[in-house]
């Protein structure tokens, strides 16, 4: 048995063991030049403003209309740990506030569910744990009290806000978590909307807080730039309500518009349906994120008959009353596209070819003309290029070289009615917009700038490129053929806006499905020009009025309907978006004398 000396001792000897040797370390760690004191260093950053996105008007205080903007807010976390081990006493209350009080207060300031919010707290084991973004201040007053609530972290951020809601959302695109962006106008000019992060470096105690006292080194962040549109939200909004309102009237399953300047090509309203919410994209089906004005190819149809008659007539080759055969089996043609039911006089002019959308009389002027010079024209109106507008995923359409023996024989009346080549609506809408501006095409662009805080426009690029692709006499005799198509006897009397004149063309394309055209399955088209600019507003003006828009319409249809042809469906669309458009941007009619009471502007019709 050990005795009691040793009983006393043997402790006693083992502590000095532990004393001597926990000495020695301390000193060894004293001595070691790379363990000075403990490192406390931290660095964090700073986030960025995202820059805001501006439409071209201008709101009631005289400052660009915002359509998205990066407001202050508060990203929200819970450590249950940290909650049950605090005691929360309110003022004035003996006992302290429970666990369930606590969640009670959390989901009422947040809007969250109380029940999900009760079992977070349950989860010790997870000790940050997200509740929300707010940027509710009243919310943020409360959870950061210690008197109401404990364990809820807040870290200040920025929440991205569409105030026009899914209106303009393949424009505008959306934003990820990362605060990167992931469509649009939004991913486009992501750098630029971005800005720079700051930087904060300094020290902390052993519990992690700040210590400002030591020189804590900030680098301010650097705020993104904003972007100007060229869009008109007022414009817009009569765009997508038409569109989405004529999609279900006449039965179709998707549909796009674009509203052009015809002067300068920007763009002053462009919509696709489906659509969807912007803060949303990450989760929305694909179809609706896609952009068919810009993203979406397609056989255009008869609205390409125009082209093909403007380079043909621009070259000489044929007249407004140059005369053609409307027999489909006339003999020096191949396999010429026939005109359906219609039944036509023995003879047609190529200007009631335009009027009455002859497939017979155009695809004979095409496959005479040739396909090099057809070809050749066509490029120049800017088909089988894409246009630069400033948005992602533009599509440049298929147009085969035939000087690379790329077209058949039946390619050469087919091209010229639409058929056998692809388009995007865009494109369209710059070639009619060509039109509009007596033969020059001006490249279509959205975007007018992006300014940084000190007011420098940084988007570096040279002015819109312009090209003329006819002549000014060819353009002015084109859109007075077109003038025919909006009236008694053309294909889209419909389309006629009271008190205006229009320059359009319909297109109503069969849709080929794994290389056979389906029978019964469309895409209706309607593209205009208001004014028309080939006529004047009084007997005494010296210049007719000139060209003001053009809008493009396209209704894809799935299923069968009477509507499908462009003049019934598209054109009524069309008519109300432009009288509409003509109210906004308060053009004078050029028909004064179809408005019973001149002095007001046509208001929207709906069938």
């Known amino acids: 048995m050990i005795g009691e000396n040793a009983r006393f001792w043997i402790p006693v000897a083992v502590l000095c063991c532990i004393a001597a040797y926990s000495g020695q370390k301390l000193v060894r760690t004293h001595l070691d030049e790379t363990i000075r004191e403990p490192n406390y260093d931290f660095k964090a950053e700073i986030p960025s403003s995202r820059g805001a996105i501006y439409d071209s008007s201008i709101d009631g205080n005289g400052d660009p209309y915002p359509l998205v903007k990066s407001t202050p807010c508060w990203t929200y976390h819970l450590d249950p740990v940290a909650m049950t081990n605090a005691t929360v006493r309110m003022k004035g209350e003996k006992t302290p506030r429970t666990v369930k009080a606590m969640?009670?207060?959390?989901?009422?300031?947040?809007?969250?569910?109380?029940?999900?919010?009760?079992?977070?707290?349950?989860?010790?084991?997870?000790?940050?744990?997200?509740?929300?973004?707010?940027?509710?201040?009243?919310?943020?007053?409360?959870?950061?009290?210690?008197?109401?609530?404990?364990?809820?972290?807040?870290?200040?951020t920025n929440r991205r806000r569409y105030f026009e809601g899914t209106r303009l959302a393949h424009v505008l695109g959306g934003v990820n978590a990362e605060n990167n962006?992931?469509?649009?106008?939004?991913?486009?000019?992501?750098?630029?909307?971005?800005?720079?992060?700051?930087?904060?470096?300094?020290?902390?105690?052993?519990?992690?807080n700040v210590l400002w006292s030591k020189n804590v080194v900030k680098i301010e962040a650097v705020p993104g730039a904003d972007v100007r549109l060229t869009v008109d939200h007022r414009i817009q909004y009569v765009v997508e309500e038409r569109l989405a309102k004529g999609i279900e009237e006449y039965g179709a399953a998707t549909g796009w518009c674009v509203v052009l300047d015809a002067e300068t090509g920007k763009v002053l309203a462009l919509a696709s349906y489906p659509t969807f919410y912007p803060p949303d994209f990450g989760h929305v089906d694909e179809s609706a994120k896609l952009n068919r004005?810009?993203?979406?190819?397609?056989?255009?149809?008869?609205?390409?008959?125009?082209?093909?008659?403007?380079?043909?007539?621009d070259d000489g080759f044929v007249r407004p009353d140059s005369v053609y055969s409307t027999d489909r089996f006339e003999e020096g043609y191949?396999?010429?596209?026939?005109?359906?039911?219609?039944?036509?006089?023995?003879?047609?002019?190529?200007?009631?070819?335009?009027?009455?959308?002859?497939?017979?009389?155009?695809?004979?002027?095409?496959?005479?003309?040739?396909?090099?010079?057809?070809?050749?024209?066509?490029?120049?109106?800017?088909?089988?290029?894409?246009?630069?507008?400033?948005?992602?995923?533009?599509?440049?359409?298929?147009?085969?070289?035939?000087?690379?023996?790329m077209w058949d024989k039946a390619t050469w009346s087919r091209a010229a009615i639409g058929q056998g080549i692809a388009v995007t609506a865009l494109q369209v809408a710059s070639a009619y917009q060509a039109l509009a501006n007596d033969g020059v095409r001006v490249a279509?662009?959205?975007?007018?700038?992006?300014?940084?805080?000190?007011?420098?426009?940084?988007?570096?690029?040279?002015?819109?490129?312009?090209?003329?692709?006819?002549s000014v006499a060819t353009a002015r005799e084109m859109r007075r053929m077109m003038l025919g198509v909006a009236a008694p006897g053309g294909t889209a009397r419909r389309a006629a806006v009271k008190g205006y004149s229009v320059a359009g063309k319909t297109g109503t394309a069969q849709k080929a499905v794994g290389g056979t055209y389906v029978p019964g399955l469309y895409r209706a088209t309607f593209c205009g020009i208001v004014p028309s600019g080939v006529e004047r507003r009084d007997p005494d003006d010296a210049n007719p009025a000139k060209p003001r828009i053009v809008a493009l319409v396209?209704?894809?249809?799935?299923?069968?309907?009477?509507?499908?042809?462009?003049?019934?469906?598209?054109?009524?669309?069309?008519?109300?978006?432009?009288?509409?458009?003509?109210?906004?941007?308060?053009?004078?009619?050029?028909?004064?004398?179809?408005?019973?009471?001149?002095?007001?502007y046509p208001t929207l019709v709906v069938d």
């Open 103 to 156: 969640a009670r207060t959390i989901a009422d300031m947040l809007k969250l569910d109380y029940p999900k919010v009760l079992a977070m707290t349950e989860r010790t084991s997870r000790r940050y744990q997200f509740l929300a973004v707010s940027d509710n201040q009243r919310a943020h007053d409360v959870l950061t009290n210690p008197q109401y609530v404990a364990g809820v972290i807040a870290e200040e």
């Open 181 to 208: 962006g992931s469509s649009g106008v939004e991913q486009r000019f992501n750098k630029l909307l971005r800005g720079i992060p700051g930087q904060m470096t300094g020290k902390r105690d052993a519990r992690g």
């Open 293 to 313: 004005v810009t993203g979406f190819t397609y056989e255009p149809g008869s609205v390409m008959k125009v082209i093909t008659a403007a380079v043909a007539m």
């Open 334 to 405: 191949y396999k010429l596209p026939g005109d359906g039911s219609h039944v036509w006089n023995p003879t047609m002019t190529v200007e009631e070819a335009i009027v009455h959308s002859s497939n017979i009389v155009i695809g004979k002027l095409g496959y005479s003309f040739g396909p090099l010079k057809l070809y050749a024209g066509m490029t120049r109106f800017g088909f089988g290029s894409r246009t630069g507008i400033e948005l992602p995923g533009e599509e440049a359409g298929i147009l085969r070289d035939p000087n690379k023996r």
């Open 444 to 470: 279509p662009r959205i975007v007018e700038g992006v300014v940084d805080a000190e007011g420098r426009d940084l988007l570096e690029r040279p002015p819109p490129e312009s090209v003329r692709v006819v």
């Open 554 to 600: 396209t209704l894809d249809f799935e299923e069968r309907t009477k509507f499908h042809q462009g003049g019934n469906s598209s054109g009524p669309i069309f008519r109300d978006i432009a009288a509409e458009t003509m109210r906004i941007l308060e053009v004078e009619p050029d028909r004064p004398d179809e408005i019973e009471e001149f002095g007001g």
